[in-house]
């Protein structure tokens, strides 16, 4: 066994566990519900090359995403924001999303550049634009508003075509950000195992459409419109397929990882410390610790205080280790490369530290987890 096959193992083994204990008392009172939302419709085009639409293209991705999910995950509920060709307005969507209490949000588009060569998908989370690629690929997609009536009073005097406009999306506080870049991270993910798509990676903007729903959001660009390829892809029938199998992958994978979450709460507020497991085992955690450059770890608690970092201080965790980090001491836990396998190491603590977090380093000084996925996913 490989390392990552050892963590499925011993993760499932812990999953297995909880279920046992959370068995008959978690029962949601509300279908996991997810927003499909085709982007573009009736008489908004979106972009187009050729005879090819992307409005039609992402509604033929759309259905198909439906159909996966209806046969393979029954006890989610799916509601279109549009199933046929008929306009939507932007705000409408999110409407949609919010008044039905959705779990998720997936926007599908395709992308459009003046330069035919540049292929791939990339998916969007809500936030400030870090480039200005980014920043056209909103500009783009929010642009769709000015076909709306009376849209200068929708969206309070927001102008798609003006850089300024885009500045508020820097104050955007998204209480939903990392749970949309593990959507989005899963996305890509399958993109380029699945589909064998160029992965251009989870990017940041500030899409109005993300802006205005409450819940995990992504906007995915399927792939360029302006290669030729590449538009010939996403408009065959088994191009749209294999996208919209990709995604249904990743959303499958997401609510695996939340349910089995929700097992762990559980069993943190419901059961005593007795049926908390024993630390994870040590080989996990040192597994990849020879990294350069970006790395990941867990940041279990910050004091003013300095605590040893010694078991018996961390509920049994070994292997704890203290950075002096003005004005506050932090604890961290795990170290490795991967991001996927920190989300590991922290599914499994959260039981143990239900506040932990995902920290990412770049030769030992914290940079922000945006910036440290974006590096992984040039
Ligand atoms: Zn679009």
Known sequence: MNISQKLIFVFAGFVFLFSQVAQGTNTPDKPFTVIIDPGHGGKDPGAVFKQIRE??????????????????????????????????????????????KADLFISLHANYCGTPSITGTETFVLGLHRTEENLDVAKKE???????????????????????????????????????????????????????????????????VLRRTSMPSVLVEAGFLSNNYEANYMNSDD??????????????????????????????????????????KQEMITSESQVDGVYFRIQLAATSKKIEPVAANFKGLKDVERKQMNPVYKYFYGKTSSFEEIQAIKNEIVPLYPDAFIVAFEQDETIPLKKALRKLKP
Do not use: C, W
């Open 55 to 100: 409005k039609d293209i992402v509604l033929g991705i759309g259905l198909k995403l439906g159909n996966y999910m209806r046969e393979n995950l029954p006890d989610v509920k799916i509601i279109y924001t549009r199933d046929r060709d008929v306009f939507v307005p932007l705000h409408e969507r999110a409407e949609i999303a919010n008044k039905n």
């Open 239 to 280: 191009g749209q397929a294999y996208l919209a199998s990709a995604i249904f992958r990743a959303v499958r994978d997401y609510k695996k990882a939340i349910d089995s979450k929700s097992d762990y709460k559980l069993l943190a507020s419901n059961t005593t410390t007795a049926a908390i497991p024993a630390a994870p």
């Open 142 to 208: 929010n642009a769709v508003i000015l076909m709306e009536d009376d849209y200068s009073t929708t969206y309070q005097g927001f102008d798609p075509n003006s850089s300024e406009s885009y500045i508020m999306f820097e104050m955007v506080q998204d209480e939903h950000l990392y749970q949309s870049i593990d959507l989005a991270a899963e996305i890509q993910s399958q993109f380029k195992n699945r589909a064998g798509r160029k992965d251009r990676g989870v990017k940041q903007a500030g899409f109005l």
